[in-house]
């Protein structure tokens, strides 16, 4: 679809689209880890980890902190998208609610360390993801393109799920230093790839890092909008879907 302020082309009747390769998001699109990425379920994780180590903190107030300190980060972090210090942000959440220890730092590492553990064990996928992949492998050039702030963490899921002998290219945003929409981490992986942004397509649930990053490098994008929460910007992309399933018959639709 035609966005001017986007600068993409429309296609025209009888335009031919080809698509040469498909890139996609991860978590929330391929894989799931619905316990880890509902809203506030970190500060619950850092809370019951500080708790296991003995210190008592006061939730609420770790909370509201992790809140302020993550929205400051972010806005810091927007001009130009470059990946997030998450242990700093954890880092000065407790520093800012008081809690000083002797052991500051290793014990800030220690929390984050055990955080991150949770991931590879809660990471599952869903249950069209392994059917569809199997369907565009060998058609497509087939990249995953991730905001995730640690690169070793992402890989020991990427494992899990055998993504090395599925992906020509596996791009993560903490090993890039810039998180989708910068055009820096896409380019990453079209390089990768030897694709040019014309030919390729991007697969995401979220509407900035998945559709508008893609659109303004001249890609074509399908966005995941599981639950409807992103009507107002379906325009924007060129086909939407309600689950990963639905992404082979989008793909027909758009070629």
């Not at 180590?53 to 609420?60: A, P, R, T, V, W």
């Not at 107030?61 to 001009?79: C, P």
């Not at 639950?227 to 086909?239: F, I, K, M, R, T």
């Amino acid at each position: 679809m035609y966005n001017e302020a986007l600068g993409d082309q429309p296609n025209l009747p009888g335009d031919t689209v080809i698509i040469e390769t498909v890139l996609f998001d991860c978590w929330g699109t391929l894989v799931q880890a619905p316990n880890l990425m509902r809203r506030g379920a970190s500060t619950e994780i850092f809370h019951t980890i500080l708790e296991t180590h003995g210190f008592d903190i006061d939730y609420s107030a770790l909370r509201d902190a992790y809140i302020l300190v993550t929205r400051k980060q972010n806005q810091e972090a927007r001009s130009d998208w470059r990946e997030l210090d998450h242990v700093e942000r954890l880092a000065l959440t407790l520093r800012s609610i008081g809690f000083n220890h002797p052991d500051f730092n290793e014990i800030v590492r220690e929390v984050w360390t055990e955080y991150l553990k949770e991931w590879p064990k809660q990471s599952t996928l869903y249950d069209d993801t392994t059917l569809l992949l199997k369907a565009l492998r060998g058609k497509y050039k087939l990249g995953l393109v991730t905001n995730y702030p640690d690169g070793p963490t992402a890989r020991k899921v990427f494992r899990k799920f055998r993504f090395e002998e599925v992906f020509d290219s596996l791009v993560i945003s903490g090993e890039v230093g810039y998180r989708k929409p910068s055009w820096i981490i896409f380019e990453r992986a079209l390089t990768e790839l030897g694709s040019n942004p014309k030919d390729a397509l991007m697969v995401g649930d979220t509407f900035i890092a998945d559709v508008l990053g893609p659109k303004k490098m001249g890609m074509k994008s399908i966005l995941i909008d599981a639950d409807g929460s992103e009507v107002e910007n379906h325009h924007v992309a060129d086909v939407v879907v309600r689950s990963i399933g639905e992404v082979g018959d989008a793909l027909k639709q758009l070629c």
